[in-house]
């Protein structure tokens, strides 16, 4: 791993992660996000290994979204809706809510809806076309075959832009 | 003398970013006072973070001297004119400042790309030989809140482009009581995706060209700031 103490100061070689005297029950965002922040630093300074840091916050990841997952349906607040203990608010409201508007019979949604699908549909053929170019390449005025308008007038069209990036897929064992 | 077509900065590109994922009140019209220079009211936030920053500047102007001119109060704290500021909070980040070759640098390079030349530019806040660091205060910090944000692929694609790759970029960042340090790695994928982003804010700014007042953004006019060296250590 590359050095990343690139404040130019001599490394600390002492534990930078003094998190024994706090409880993670009882700690505010400001603290958690310091200790975050800190093992970062420890990384970036050379102290600690950053793939054994990633296997740790991954696999520390893996148990805490499974008891989030678990708690779900058994957490109940004490009393009322709202709620704050140890520096969270609580609160208690329904969530994933969708509505769905073409029960209205409201015209101008309705019209808009199906304008929206259909762009959509174009826009879809359009990036697919789009595709096909894989260097900048002349094209000629675009005629609506339907009404002899020029929908688009001659240039260079250049290829989409493909991204990605290089990732570590963890599988536990 | 090379045409500049557009002239972009990092902030201005998270204006419209933020506008984007409807983060922060940003608005379409707060986007476009940000393009044409519209001054706003400073809010205390943004007066603090200044001063936070002249106090920080101070500590590093006595380290690298040995004056010290900030006085340390019995309460444990520095004060500027209008705030107080935890002193060891200081201390500790201009510790970290102090060997910063120059601050507040002017940086730009030109962009060659099918819609123009792009003049990426800005001013960055403490360089290093071989990394940028943005010092930031906010009231509320989460992890990793500065993941989306413009400057880190910017600078970096600057120098990379001016020859002087970053190994990193650091966002140093205070609540006023902590200090939370963020880094990032230039990558390939990083600044192909703020070329993305670039694309897609001239496509924007192209379409609502009528709403912009203030040609600057297409690289007419580009003041360019006075870069203030600190010395080398």
Same mark, same amino acid.
């Given at each position: 791993?590359?050095?990343?103490?690139?404040?130019?100061?001599?490394?600390?070689?002492?534990?930078?992660?003094?998190?024994?005297?706090?409880?993670?029950?009882?700690?505010?965002?400001?603290?958690?996000?310091?200790?975050?922040?800190?093992?970062?630093?420890?990384?970036?300074?050379?102290?600690?290994?950053?793939?054994?840091?990633?296997?740790?916050?991954?696999?520390? %990841?893996?148990?805490?979204?499974?008891?989030?997952?678990?708690?779900?349906?058994? %957490?109940?607040?004490?009393?009322?809706?709202?709620?704050?203990?140890?520096?969270?608010?609580?609160?208690?409201?329904?969530?994933?809510?969708?509505?769905?508007?073409?029960?209205?019979?409201?015209?101008?949604?309705?019209?808009?809806?199906?304008?929206?699908?259909?762009?959509?549909?174009?826009? %879809?053929?359009?990036?697919?076309?789009?595709?096909?170019?894989?260097?900048?390449?002349?094209?000629?005025?675009?005629?609506?075959?339907?009404?002899?308008?020029?929908?688009?007038?001659?240039?260079?069209?250049?290829?989409?832009?493909?991204?990605?990036?290089?990732?570590?897929?963890?599988?536990?064992? | 003398?090379?045409?500049?077509?557009?002239?972009?900065?990092?902030?201005?590109?998270?204006?419209?970013?933020?506008?984007?994922?409807?983060?922060?009140?940003?608005?379409?019209?707060?986007?476009?006072?940000?393009?044409?220079?519209?001054?706003?009211?400073?809010?205390?936030?943004?007066?603090?973070?200044?001063?936070?920053?002249?106090?920080?500047?101070?500590?590093?102007?006595?380290?690298?001297?040995?004056?010290?001119?900030?006085?340390?109060?019995?309460?444990?704290?520095?004060?500027?004119?209008?705030?107080?500021?935890?002193?060891?909070?200081?201390?500790?980040?201009?510790?970290?400042?102090?060997?910063?070759?120059?601050?507040?640098?002017?940086?730009?390079?030109?962009?060659?790309?099918?819609?123009?030349?792009?003049?990426?530019?800005?001013?960055?806040?403490?360089?290093?030989?071989?990394?940028?660091?943005?010092?930031?205060?906010?009231?509320?910090?989460?992890?990793?809140?500065?993941?989306?944000?413009?400057?880190?692929?910017?600078?970096?694609?600057?120098?990379?482009?001016?020859?002087?790759?970053?190994?990193?970029?650091?966002?140093?960042?205070?609540?006023?009581?902590?200090?939370?340090?963020?880094?990032?790695?230039?990558?390939?994928?990083?600044?192909?995706?703020?070329?993305?982003?670039?694309?897609?804010?001239?496509?924007?700014?192209?379409?609502?060209?009528?709403?912009?007042?203030?040609?600057?953004?297409?690289?007419?006019?580009?003041?360019?700031?006075?870069?203030?060296?600190?010395?080398?250590?």
């Amino acid at each position: 791993m590359e050095n990343l103490n690139l404040f130019l100061q001599p490394v600390e070689q002492t534990a930078l992660v003094a998190i024994e005297d706090k409880s993670l029950l009882t700690v505010d965002k400001s603290e958690l996000s310091e200790i975050a922040s800190k093992i970062v630093e420890a990384v970036d300074d050379g102290n600690a290994d950053a793939l054994n840091t990633l296997i740790m916050a991954k696999k520390g %990841a893996y148990v805490f979204d499974a008891v989030i997952e678990a708690m779900k349906g058994k %957490a109940r607040l004490p009393e009322g809706k709202n709620y704050q203990k140890h520096n969270c608010d609580i609160r208690e409201q329904m969530t994933g809510v969708r509505y769905d508007f073409n029960v209205c019979n409201d015209a101008v949604w309705n019209s808009l809806n199906m304008q929206m699908l259909a762009i959509k549909e174009q826009i %879809a053929a359009r990036e697919q076309k789009l595709k096909t170019f894989t260097t900048p390449t002349e094209v000629e005025d675009e005629i609506d075959q339907d009404t002899g308008e020029v929908i688009m007038t001659a240039r260079v069209i250049n290829p989409p832009v493909k991204t990605g990036s290089q990732s570590l897929i963890f599988t536990l064992k | 003398m090379e045409t500049i077509n557009y002239a972009i900065y990092p902030s201005v590109l998270d204006a419209y970013l933020r506008f984007k994922r409807k983060d922060d009140d940003e608005t379409f019209k707060s986007v476009f006072d940000k393009i044409n220079h519209v001054r706003g009211e400073q809010t205390e936030q943004q007066a603090m973070g200044e001063e936070f920053e002249l106090c920080v500047n101070d500590m590093i102007t006595s380290i690298k001297t040995g004056d010290y001119s900030l006085t340390l109060y019995q309460d444990g704290y520095y004060r500027t004119k209008n705030f107080k500021f935890k002193a060891d909070l200081i201390d500790r980040i201009a510790t970290k400042m102090q060997h910063a070759t120059k601050k507040q640098e002017y940086m730009e390079a030109i962009i060659p790309s099918h819609v123009g030349n792009i003049k990426l530019y800005g001013i960055a806040d403490y360089t290093f030989p071989e990394m940028i660091t943005d010092l930031k205060t906010t009231q509320n910090y989460k992890c990793n809140k500065y993941k989306d944000h413009a400057q880190h692929p910017s600078y970096s694609l600057i120098r990379e482009l001016n020859g002087a790759p970053l190994k990193a970029f650091k966002y140093l960042v205070s609540d006023f009581d902590k200090v939370y340090q963020e880094t990032y790695i230039p990558t390939p994928g990083m600044h192909q995706k703020l070329m993305i982003t670039l694309f897609e804010f001239i496509n924007f700014i192209e379409y609502f060209k009528d709403y912009i007042t203030d040609t600057k953004i297409f690289g007419v006019h580009v003041h360019r700031p006075i870069t203030d060296a600190v010395g080398h250590a």
